[in-house]
C-alpha cells in the first residue's frame, strides 16, 4: 500500500513538473530588430505595425527599445493616447535607452515617443498580449534566460523525479 502511494506521489511530482517545463518559456524581443525604436523612414510610417506580423507575444515576453538617451524615448499611453499622439499623460516613460519592459499582462500594450512630431512620423507600436507559453519562438525573439533557468531547473527536477520513480517501483 504505502509503495502505491509513494508510486502515485512520484507520477503527481512528474506531471507537475512537466507543466512548469511547458509553461516557462518566454522570449526577449528587440522592438524594430536591427533599426531599433527610432523614427522610421517617410516612406515607411506603417514599419512597427509591419513588425509586429508574425509575432505572437505571451506574458513573460521582454520588449527591448533600443534608442539613444536624449534623442527618443518610449512611453506606454493608452489606445486613445496611441491614435492621437498624445503625448502628455503616460501611464509610464522611459527616458534611458535601451529600455526593457517586461509584459506583465494580457490585453493590448499601446508605446509611442513622446519626442516632438516623432509619433506622428510612425515611431509608435501597439502589440496584443496574450496567455502563454509561446509555442514557439517567433521570428525577431531570442529566448528570455531567466525563463530558460527555470526551464533548466524543472529539467532537472523531471529527471530526478523519473529515476526516484524507477528506484521505488
Known amino acids: 500500500m504505502a509503495m502505491k502511494i509513494i508510486s502515485m506521489a512520484a507520477l503527481l511530482v512528474v506531471v507537475l513538473a512537466s ?9 526577449n524581443y ?12 517617410p516612406n515607411n510610417t506603417e514599419f512597427y505595425d509591419d513588425w509586429t506580423d508574425n509575432k505572437n507575444f505571451v506574458v513573460g515576453d521582454v520588449l527591448e527599445f533600443n534608442f539613444t538617451t536624449g534623442r527618443h524615448d518610449v512611453a506606454e499611453v493608452t489606445e486613445t493616447a496611441y491614435d ?14 535601451p529600455a526593457r519592459i517586461t509584459l506583465t499582462r494580457t490585453g493590448e500594450y499601446h508605446f509611442i515617443c513622446t519626442f516632438d512630431g516623432h509619433c506622428g512620423l510612425g515611431q509608435k507600436l501597439s502589440i496584443d498580449v496574450r496567455t502563454g507559453p509561446s509555442t514557439a519562438p517567433t521570428p525577431g525573439s531570442t529566448p528570455n534566460p531567466s525563463s530558460s533557468a527555470s526551464a533548466l531547473v524543472a529539467t532537472i527536477s523531471l529527471v530526478f523525479m523519473s529515476i526516484a520513480l524507477a528506484l521505488f517501483c
Open 19 to 27: 507543466s512548469v517545463l511547458q509553461s516557462t518559456y518566454a522570449a
Open 84 to 97: 492621437n499622439c498624445n503625448t502628455t499623460i503616460p501611464i509610464v516613460r522611459y527616458t534611458t535607452g
Open 30 to 41: 528587440t522592438v524594430g530588430d536591427a533599426t531599433g525604436w527610432t523614427v522610421p523612414n
